[in-house]
């Protein structure tokens, strides 16, 4: 069955403070993993897409790699604006749809 | 329009009624999809439609939730005869034919009392 398992639930950091979220998969066939950030009230905004393991891509202080069976979102040095839901998804190889893990609910102390 | 637009914003229904959700997807944009999303939880997939038709419409809950996309852009959720577990946030997604990304709209808070 294609799960997605993100890691911690929440985490608190102090501005400056750099920190990884994880997200272990298991999916038929990878077609794409994404990361999304969510903030209250509002819908999903479109982050990263990854395709292969080995691939990274960076945004700002965020910076996003895939594995095998994992993906981290790295977030260097965040800011209190960094706070907000993450969310990560996987593609199977097979499906249009996308299925998405609970979420990482990250808040920035000043 | 420059992103996904969802409307209503919040719809309050009663137990038993019947309601229509509006989804107007980024112009030029295929593949649309709805999600639902419950407090704390990520959203889950509902239906997706590529052009006009239904191509996977294998997370409906049941058969009181309907959705179409009559001209192949606007599409409407539909749910009949709500139960208080139909509460959540739909969400609504489009795509490209260029691309696996999906982007979202805000949602429809939808609560039924």
């Known amino acids: 069955e294609d799960q997605v398992t993100q890691s911690p639930e929440a985490l608190r950091l102090q501005e400056g403070e750099s920190s990884s979220l994880n997200c272990s998969y298991t999916?038929?066939?990878?077609?794409?993993l994404f990361w999304y950030r969510q903030d209250p009230g509002k819908g999903p905004e479109f982050l990263f897409t990854l395709y292969s393991a080995g691939e990274e891509k960076e945004k700002e202080r965020l910076k996003a790699t895939l594995t095998k069976k994992e993906s981290f979102l790295h977030i260097t040095a965040p800011k209190p604006e960094d706070s907000a839901t993450y969310l990560c998804?996987?593609?199977?190889?097979?499906?249009?749809?996308?299925?998405f893990g609970k979420g990482t609910r990250l808040h920035i102390l000043p | 329009g420059a992103g996904v637009s969802q409307t209503p914003s919040n719809k309050v229904t009663e137990k038993g009624k019947y309601v229509e959700l509006r989804c107007d997807p980024i112009?030029?944009?295929?593949?649309l999809y709805w999600y639902r999303q419950s407090l704390g939880q990520g959203p889950e997939f509902l239906i997706y439609?590529?052009?006009?038709?239904?191509?996977?419409d294998s997370g409906l809950p049941n058969d009181r939730f309907f959705a179409v996309r009559p001209e192949g852009s606007v599409s409407t959720l539909k749910i009949q005869r709500t139960e208080r577990g139909d509460s959540a946030v739909y969400l609504c997604a489009s795509s490209s034919y260029l691309s696996d990304t999906q982007y979202f709209g805000p949602g429809t808070r939808l609560t039924v009392l």
């Open positions: 998804a996987v593609q199977p190889g097979r499906d249009d749809k996308i299925i």
């Open positions: 999916v038929s066939g990878l077609r794409g």
């Open positions: 112009s030029g944009h295929t593949a």
């Open positions: 439609f590529q052009g006009t038709g239904a191509a996977d």
